[in-house]
């Protein structure tokens, strides 16, 4: 008999990072993998260990946006080719 195999469906999601949080992460814009089913919560832990200390200090003050809508739950699922925006506080008026 073969051994059983188990494989982990991966999706890709565009992170595009704005303001402080593109300073910090150095880049603009990345295509991430995640699991199937990874939540918003679990790219941006993910996102921290990439990006190292000063990213997620920036991280833990920002909020997101997926395919353009406002997230609420970071235990939101992200779908399949999804773009993640990462909007740190903006000040201005």
Sequence with gaps: MSPVTTTTA?????????AAAKSAAG???EAVE?????TVA???EDLAERHG???ARVLARCSYLVDEVAVRDPQRVLPD?????????????
């Design 10 to 18: 991966l999706r890709t999601v565009t992170v595009r990072y704005f």
């Design 27 to 29: 880049l603009d814009a």
């Design 34 to 38: 995640v699991p199937a089913g990874a």
């Design 42 to 44: 679990a790219l941006a």
């Design 53 to 55: 200390a000063e990213f």
């Design 81 to 93: 080719a999804a773009v993640v925006d990462v909007l740190p506080p903006f000040a201005g008026g």
